[in-house]
């Protein structure tokens, strides 16, 4: 199984800042989603991301894919309470494309 | 509102009794995947149905089953549940049996599941 590691595991902002949440792997994955979990609820795709290089911008959201598609990053241009979440990415595994899920990154946004 | 429904929302049970969780799928989806999210272990993949018939596994414990039933809503059976069991059981659903980007997962609001 690949692994994603994201970081940071926590992050804890205030509202009106910049901040960039990573995911990595040692290893090559197909495509790259993001994710975002509020509590009681299930995760929603923000993202996917499928060419090395490639970057996605969903309003303050941008989302980067790594040139050799083993890292990706997310950045929030000033953060907004709204953006409190956990923020998780996942790929599709080589040989049998199951959903492998990072760690995650828990987000605070400070009013 | 992701449009797919789990029942219950919240279940607590001992130490070896078994349980159900139930999923709907959005209207159309003919995959279903469930998932187990802890603290310790994150989002885990479990098990996938498409169109009634299994289609992957994940990481499920053989004392997890699950089934699609022919209108495509699903069940998780978890038996001689342990501690360790606890967790957030999620239910996904999409249009087709594909994998990252070839498809869009809707996940529902999940079963919090406490054993104790």
């Known amino acids: 199984t690949q692994l994603l590691e994201q970081s940071p595991q926590f992050l804890s902002i205030q509202e009106g800042e910049n901040l960039t949440v990573y995911c990595n792997s040692s290893?090559?994955?197909?495509?790259l989603q993001w994710y975002r979990q509020e509590p009681g609820e299930g995760p929603v795709l923000l993202v996917t991301?499928?060419?090395?290089?490639e970057v996605k911008k969903l309003k303050r959201l941008t989302f980067q894919f790594g040139d050799a598609r083993k890292d990706s990053s997310l950045h929030i241009t000033a953060a907004q309470p709204g953006d409190t979440g956990l923020y998780l990415c996942?790929?599709?595994?080589?040989?049998?494309?199951?959903?492998?899920f990072g760690t995650g990154t828990r987000l605070t946004i400070i009013p | 509102d992701s449009g797919v429904t789990q029942t219950p929302k919240h279940l607590i049970t001992a130490t070896g009794q078994r349980v159900t969780l139930r999923c709907s799928p959005r209207?159309?989806?003919?995959?279903v995947y469930w998932y187990q999210q802890s603290l310790d272990q994150g989002l885990q993949f479990l098990i996938q149905?498409?169109?009634?018939?299994?289609?992957a596994k994940g990481n499920i414990l053989e004392r997890f089953s699950a089934q699609q039933f022919p209108d495509l809503h699903s069940e998780l059976n978890l038996s001689s549940l342990e501690l360790g069991d606890s967790a957030l059981y999620f239910c996904?659903?999409?249009?087709?049996?594909?994998?990252?980007?070839?498809?869009?997962?809707?996940f529902g609001p999940g079963t919090r599941l406490l054993v104790l």
């Open positions: 996904a659903s999409s249009v087709g049996g594909g994998w990252g980007n070839q498809e869009t997962q809707y």
């Open positions: 290893s090559v994955f197909s495509s």
């Open positions: 991301v499928v060419t090395g290089g």
């Open positions: 996942a790929g599709p595994n080589f040989g049998n494309e199951k959903l492998t």
């Open positions: 209207s159309g989806d003919l995959s």
């Open positions: 149905y498409y169109n009634g018939e299994e289609r």
